[in-house]
């Protein structure tokens, strides 16, 4: 009887350490930025696409002209999306379904649009996202005249 209680509680212990290893990947949440920028590779120029749409789950994420840039969040490792690009001023637009794998150790994730399209490999057309710490200015000190100077009379 003893044995058996021993062995339901391992096998609880490890179907709960398997479930929560499983959330742990599946349930890792991103935000994805998408900068339509030009970028150069090996000499090579990548330009920037006159208009580009993002579709993330059926919907518009972002809407990006030339160096702009729009995001996303996302849960899980296998992201999708849908880009509606227009290349130069009056071209038609085409539609590019896109699946990307998303690093596990990354929470912001930077995706050169330009780049990804032109098929080059994931580390140069992705980056991560560092915000920028905001520089302290040092407050001056402000005369307020009560001292001017001419000494004690």
Same mark, same amino acid.
């Given at each position: 009887m003893n044995k058996k209680k021993?062995?339901?509680? +391992?096998?609880?212990?490890?179907?709960?350490?398997? @479930?929560?290893?499983?959330?742990?990947?599946?349930?890792?949440?991103?935000?994805?930025?998408?900068?339509?920028?030009?970028?150069?590779?090996?000499?090579?120029e990548y330009a920037a696409f006159q208009r580009v749409n993002v579709y993330v789950? +059926?919907?518009?994420?972002?809407?990006?002209?030339?160096?702009?840039? +729009?995001?996303?969040?996302?849960?899980?490792?296998?992201f999708r999306?849908?880009?509606?690009?227009?290349?130069?001023?009056g071209d038609e637009e085409k539609t590019v379904p896109v699946s990307i794998t998303l690093p596990f150790g990354m929470d912001g994730i930077v995706v050169n649009l330009p780049q990804?399209? @032109?098929?080059?490999?994931?580390?140069?057309?992705q980056?991560?996202?560092?915000?920028a710490v905001p520089v302290e200015e040092e407050e001056e000190e402000i005369d307020t005249g009560e001292d001017i100077g001419l000494g004690d009379f």
């Open positions: 021993w062995i339901a509680r +391992g096998c609880t212990v490890a179907i709960l350490l398997i @479930a929560a290893a499983v959330m742990f990947v599946i349930g890792r949440g991103h935000t994805v930025y998408f900068d339509n920028k030009t970028a150069e590779y090996e000499g090579v789950k +059926g919907e518009r994420a972002a809407k990006l002209g030339k160096r702009e840039r +729009g995001m996303a969040t996302w849960i899980g490792q296998h999306m849908e880009l509606e690009i227009t290349e130069n001023k990804l399209v @032109a098929g080059l490999p994931q580390e140069v057309w980056s991560e996202f560092i915000p």
